[in-house]
């Protein structure tokens, strides 16, 4: 898709007249008394987690925002494989996908050797590496991906819209509620014209700062940011430009010998491009907003690094400086460390009010969503009563960590371009084989989840050898047994709170009696130990808390679908209909042998349990029904 | 996705609440005086046409229909690989490869040899050979189909919307008007309960009747269907229903001993099927509707077919009987054979009104919108004075050709069938292999359009012998230069009625000064013979009436784009910025080498023009710049 050739547009790009791409969105009226979670914030963050609440009709949520409307323009634009594969769960991949400027390779420069005021091509890399996801790695306008949720929210069973135009006061909890009352009161002061100055309240069980850096909600609970703050300045455009340099379609990292670094970051519609520009060092305590510098400044700078190639400016679409360190809060909820055993926490924050950091990893919005999508399905599973209200506590533990390792990484990142560009450029070979090294962290997949009651030990880990306990589940090629379709075997997973298990059948005929497939299908739909049974609600599908599916290592054509266990093909729904898509084979006629790609043990088989963020929770042995149940038994609680 | 779980539900299956998918559309207020086009009728063909044209704002359409909202159930809903590339260039295959199903394997069901009361599998084969297209055999309900083009149409520069409750009552042509006048009065009734017979009157420059087998378009033209009518009655039906079945997911043709033949294509979402039930031999001239047949009576004769296997129907989404032979019409056009050198059209007809036959070879609604497409362009272009008037008849004589050899396919696969049947379902190997053999028709992509003003001859057919001059161009996947994205080649095709030429390179350095690539440019940019130069309006970006697009050999790390051609790199819109989308290479790493794949001569390269609806024009040497210069002479106007 091209778009934006004569001048930027907010919105769907689809919409040919620009004046109909800007539709007010946002719900009208006072916002509810009572809620089972009021989200503060429609950033990322907030978003995702209103749009995972969203799914459940008998969840009541309420998502505010101090802005007006949407957001239209400007900050962050990178969107990992691992945020699209999320977003496939979500249901707008592919139009993230289709929009979106693809980022395939990555281009290095630095001084020439013998010129050191020209820029040359140092390097040049493949920016994900083969088979690490299914999705690329991509680049488009943060409003665009919040249009994108507040499409999905707005045709979810909950039907929600944000409410614009409120400013959180303050939070206040009631010590003496009990653990479903609605003890947290939120006081909301609207901000838009005709009921400016109007204070709402609003009573929650659950609160969520998504609130950004000045969370009022991190205040709230009286936590702060840590770590360095501001040292370099830093200029930030998206433009429409006519240039000479020849990698202005590539994402491309510039170091000049002299005026500092640049980075290219081409953007969706083939014309607009984003300029990271290194603009100067700042004293202690100094903030950017003191040099008064211009967007000219910014231009002129970059067309200094630039040298010898030109760079023409037509239009700024938006323009911004800024000034970060890396800081993070050392919990992600109300709980104090000492109190986890004896308090459960009402009040969360998510994203930048958790952590922030330089934008030039392009990981800010990412972790943030990844936070959210985190978050969603346990508030969700706790208020549904399917789990129990300490899986909570899980949240800040798990998340905590993964922002300290972003923090650790975007400093290290962070000095190698500071040093690189201290050395002139130097250093160029050193930038490039970090940023190569660093690839799986930069795609969002090297997120680990460290053992614990959600994720088990590695004491089966060498039956599932690249589904790795803690990680995201990698998902593969396969074939659906009864209609042959070719899809992605990730892609059963949806963002609807279930948890799933992956049955990796062993070589035998997974049809005939005794086959460890048939056997754990019992187990699953008979045994009283049955996690499926215990955890189901009556009158509920079969599979609406734990989604079971099964992998075979035969050809598609060789196995007859209506010679597999009942469990495979469950009854469904009002007319109690067959799910016929709950079975898969490799996709061996393409040479995608899932048992391969995966390192499954062929003869032992496996199964791999994933929880509803998509993270790898257990691999366990077929017959190991005993470790399914406790896992499970760890915390979820009994249907009523 | 998976959805009509618990009941069929019309409308978006994305929007949680069914009471919030059928939002009403639909221009309101009385049609304007004066149009360019209209056009009568809603269907595929209708919309295709309809969304063509609202790709210009300078054109002026109104489209009518006679029901008093948008298609909601039934109707088509097989969609081939030929028209999802169409739907790419629209600008929604995404969401139909998304929601519907697609047909990934076929398989064929006989008596059992020992026990002819039952049905037994015969055969299994792959629905589309490997590589004859980038998309899939998909089904999806006709009504989203409509939705989609509805969709696009609204969003598009002309903002069109259709008129319901209008029935055509008449057209009356101006014989004294002259080629560029409003000639046409349409007279319609309007059929909705607030203003029912009112009249009015719409003046139109042309006007299509896409408005279905009993065409009043038509008859106003004088002209007639031809064919056989009914002798076989049919039954359809769509239904959520148990089976033991085993291949109630894959596409069915089932002949049983004594009750005749089934066919079964499963739907999208997962639960619901269509079934084509035959029912009885019709008496010469007589009904089906005279039978009285009920829906009872279709599902007990599928359940006789089906045996030994069971079929429970829960519910019937939408069912009809129908009766229908192959009919065909013999000119599309207002213009009788001996007139044609001295009278331009100014009616059409399209899709049903000038064909119709069976649907289970599931052509029909794919070429009603292939008939709109050729007609779509040229009417655009024509009435934007692009080209001569008299290249509307065309196209009569291109979908006339193609209509016929659809009513020669329909019948003798007809015939097979109903022989098959005769035999007991002996003949399933001759079925079997019928189908495998017109594959490539049944995928729409044999279309061969012969010899003409827009069709040149095969004399340098041998440069280029994977992509035949009068076929569809057959899209590979290949690199883009500038950023290095995957892409298809094809999809550089939009529905803009914009020419494209492609550009093979030779195996020389395509940046060398004299290369051939450099030389075409040079031609196309300076010759006073260029046709880019010819028929480009003054102030019009380069590409916007001939779109040149190049192909190199090398892998696209051996090339430097800021070496290439300017016009390779043309500048464009009101600031001049440049349009990096126009060089390609092949995709060597993944094997994909569209030289080897599309049989281009490497030592020679070739031109490839191809018209608006992705048809290829002519194969030329890079320098036959004559024969190019020819080409669009032949019936292109000067640009002012």
Redo the contacts between chains.
């Keep these: 898709m091209?778009f934006h050739?004569?001048?930027f547009e907010p919105g769907?790009p689809?919409?040919?007249?620009p004046a109909?791409r800007i539709q007010s969105s946002g719900a009208s009226g006072a916002v509810p008394e009572q809620v089972d979670v009021l989200i503060v914030g429609c950033g990322p963050a907030g978003l995702t987690l209103a749009t995972q609440l969203a799914q459940f009709s008998d969840i009541k949520t309420c998502i505010v925002e101090q802005k007006s409307e949407r957001l239209l323009v400007g900050q962050a634009d990178g969107i990992a494989c691992r945020t699209m594969e999320m977003f496939h769960a979500y249901?707008f991949s592919?139009?993230v996908?289709?929009e979106a400027?693809?980022v395939?390779?990555t281009t290095f420069w630095k001084p020439d050797d013998f010129a050191p005021e020209k820029i040359v091509r140092s390097g040049?890399v493949q920016d994900v590496e083969d088979g690490l996801s299914e999705f690329p790695h991509v680049i488009l306008n943060q409003a665009r991906i919040h249009d994108g949720f507040l499409d999905?929210m707005r045709?979810?069973?909950a039907?929600l819209e944000p409410y614009y135009s409120r400013r959180l006061l303050d939070l206040e909890v009631d010590p003496a509620a009990g653990p479903a009352d609605h003890a947290v009161t939120a006081r909301l002061e609207r901000v838009d014209a005709d009921h400016v100055g109007k204070v709402e309240t609003i009573k929650a069980r659950y609160v969520v700062g998504c609130d950004g850096a000045r969370s009022t909600v991190r205040k709230s609970i009286g936590r702060e940011l840590h770590g360095d703050s501001a040292n370099h300045a830093w200029g930030v455009m998206d433009v429409?430009?006519?240039t000479?340099f020849?990698d202005?379609?590539?994402k491309a990292l510039i170091q000049s010998a002299k005026d500092g670094s640049l980075l290219i970051i081409?953007r969706e519609g083939?014309?607009m491009v984003r300029i990271y520009v290194e603009l100067a060092k700042l004293d202690v305590g100094e903030r950017v907003a003191s040099r008064n510098i211009t967007a000219d400044d910014v231009i002129a700078k970059a067309q200094r690094i630039l040298k010898p190639y030109t760079l023409e400016v037509?239009?700024i679409a938006w323009w911004s400086v800024y000034e970060i360190g890396q800081r993070l809060t050392d919990k992600f909820d109300d709980v104090p460390e000492s109190e986890i055993a004896t308090r459960l926490p009402r009040i969360f924050i998510a994203g930048d009010a958790c952590h922030t950091h330089s934008p030039k990893a392009g990981q800010g919005m990412n972790v943030s969503m990844q936070d959210a999508f985190n978050l969603g399905w346990k508030l969700a599973a706790v208020i549904r009563k399917q789990c129990v209200p300490s899986l909570l506590h899980s949240y800040s533990a798990e998340r905590q960590a993964v922002a300290k390792e972003l923090i650790d990484f975007d400093r290290e990142w962070a000095g190698i371009l500071a040093s690189a560009a201290k050395a002139g450029g130097a250093d160029a070979a050193r930038t490039q084989d970090y940023f190569v090294r660093h690839g799986r962290y930069t795609a969002g997949t090297a997120t680990h989840y460290r053992p614990s009651v959600l994720t088990g030990a590695a004491s089966h880990q060498h039956l599932a050898q690249g589904l790795i306990i803690g990680t995201r589940f990698h998902s593969a090629p396969v074939i659906r047994l009864?209609?042959?379709?070719?899809i992605h075997l990730g892609h059963a997973a949806q963002a609807d709170g279930r948890f799933r298990i992956y049955a990796f059948s062993r070589a035998e005929d997974p049809a005939a009696g005794g086959s460890a497939i048939r056997t754990l299908c019992d187990f699953l739909a008979e045994a009283r130990e049955s996690p499926v049974k215990r955890y189901t609600p009556a009158g509920a599908d079969i599979d609406s808390v734990i989604d079971l599916r099964a992998v075979f290592q035969q050809d598609h054509?060789e196995l007859?679908?209506?010679t597999m266990p009942a469990l495979l093909l469950p009854?469904?729904?009002?007319?109690?209909?067959?799910?016929?898509?709950k079975m898969f084979c490799p996709d061996l006629k393409n040479g995608h042998d899932v048992f391969a790609m995966r390192g499954i043990d062929r003869n032992a088989g496996c199964m791999v349990v994933v929880r509803p963020d998509q993270y790898v929770a257990q691999v366990l042995p077929l017959d190991g029904f005993a470790g399914l149940a406790s896992y499970f038994d760890g915390f979820m609680l009994q249907a009523k």
Tied chains: 1, 2.
Excluded: M
Excluded at 14 to 17: A, G, N
Excluded at 571 to 581: M, N, V
């Design positions: 091209q050739l004569n001048g769907d689809e919409i040919s007249d109909k249901g592919e139009r996908l289709k400027y693809w395939n390779e040049r999905v045709k979810s069973p039907r429409l430009a006519v000479d020849p202005i379609r590539f081409p083939g014309y037509k239009e009864a209609d042959a379709k070719p054509r007859a679908v209506e009854r469904k729904g009002r007319y109690g209909l067959i799910d016929y898509e």
